[in-house]
């Protein structure tokens, strides 16, 4: 007779047995049990400023150390909401249209947690982002990829218009773009914009990266053009501008409509941002001049010029140059291995230099000969770097 034994309800969730720890995580690790130098990981270890530096240092020690409001201390929200008039023109309340997040990656779960519902769709660029694609995946809503034309990935509108179905709820849109640098033109974006509006689709934008551009490129926010600002959720952050990764520190700037449920979800999963350090992103916003922002894209031009120098030197040919972000795609056919995480563990052997495996992000099957390289580092890291790829 067959067994009438129930299956046991001690097993992993149905999502559970198909995760796997990030590429990017796992470079990361394998860099730092061999001591070598991690371009992998978008760490940016480059010095904080000091005025972010001491606000919270005193934060911490004038006892701002317990639960902020859900949404975040009063000084921040105004500086978010200020930040956002002057750079962009965009009017949002800090009492209701403003979220202090823990990181863009907090802003975004509890986007998703508001705004998507399980079997929803949601359009992304590939090559994409791998923790955008995760972070919908674990709320059970379908990524659907939109390639990219390689190698200068401009948009390709028609294939974005055969992309949206009946289920389709919003394009995710991450711009200047990890991994590949692109910063999408004001033409691409309105493009968006328009399908947004014929299909009533929400539009999510990462715009994290917002003050990495160089030569002369700009960065655009789609809550700007006519008619988007009602259904544009912006996620953006100080890890990257404050060189503060460890912080956790991200916001949300969005319709009210949309944004006490957001609020209400982050508060579920992580109560609030960290306090003492909400104080020090805020100081930074208040006082940190002009002047900063456009050294923070100079400098790292500066860098960009030579992490791409070295790479051509070690015939790790770049597949362009990217206009924003701190990030190289280049070309690793010549590197042993037959996949993108094997060619990266090669290079890794070779010369204590840590990549990322290029089919992080895309599609299985594809970005096997690539690798992506991070040159927001410490010059002296960033040069030691390019010395070892140069002998290759």
């Known amino acids: 007779m067959p067994s009438t034994t129930p299956a046991s309800r001690l097993a992993l969730s149905q999502l559970a047995p198909g995760t796997v720890q990030s590429e ?11 001591g070598g130098i991690n371009l992998a990981q978008g760490i940016c270890d480059t010095p904080v400023p000091a005025v972010v530096e001491e606000a919270a240092i005193q934060a911490i020690r004038s006892g701002h150390n317990i639960y902020t409001r859900l949404d975040g201390i009063t000084r921040l929200r105004n500086a978010i909401a200020q930040k956002q008039q002057r750079d962009y023109g ?19 779960h509890a986007a998703a947690m508001a705004l998507l519902n399980p079997g929803d769709e949601v359009l992304l660029f590939e090559p994409f982002y791998g923790y955008h694609v995760s972070t919908l995946q674990s709320m059970r809503v379908n990524p659907v990829f939109v390639p990219l034309a390689a190698p200068h990935w401009e948009l390709d509108t028609d294939a974005l218009h055969e992309a949206i179905t009946p289920r389709t709820r919003a394009i995710l849109l991450n711009t200047p773009a990890n991994p590949s640098g692109k910063v999408f033109s ?6 968006i914009a328009a399908l947004c509006q014929t299909h009533d689709l929400f539009l999510i934008t990462d715009e994290i990266y917002e003050y ?66 909400q104080h020090g992103a805020a100081a930074g916003l208040e006082q940190l001049p002009p002047s900063f922002y456009a050294q923070l894209a100079s400098s790292h031009q500066g860098k960009r010029t030579r992490m791409l120098s070295a790479l051509a030197g070690s015939g790790l040919t770049p597949t362009t140059t990217p206009a ?38 895309f599609r299985p099957g594809r ?3 690539l690798l992506r390289f991070c040159f927001a580092k410490r010059d002296e890291d960033l040069d030691q770097a390019c010395a070892r790829l140069s002998k290759l």
């Open 24 to 34: 990017i995580r796992a470079m990361s690790a394998a860099c730092e049990q061999m």
């Open 212 to 277: 990495f551009v160089y030569d002369g490129a700009r960065h655009i926010s789609a809550a700007t053009l006519p008619g988007m600002r009602e259904r544009t959720i912006i996620l953006s952050g100080f890890s990257k501008t404050f060189s503060v990764t460890g912080w956790r520190l991200g916001y949300v700037t969005a319709d009210k409509k949309w944004m006490g449920a957001m609020s209400y979800f982050h508060d579920l999963t992580y109560v609030c941002a960290p306090s003492a350090l």
């Open 367 to 369: 970005g096997e000969d």
């Open 324 to 361: 924003g972000a701190y990030y190289v795609l280049a070309e690793a056919s010549r590197l042993q291995g037959k996949t993108a995480a094997e060619k990266a563990r090669s290079l890794l052997a070779a010369t204590g230099v840590a990549a990322v495996a290029g089919s992080a992000f």
């Open 90 to 108: 965009l009017s949002y309340d800090p009492e209701s249209e403003v979220l202090a997040a823990s990181g863009a990656t907090g802003g975004m």
């Open 186 to 191: 004001l033409a691409e974006i309105q493009q």
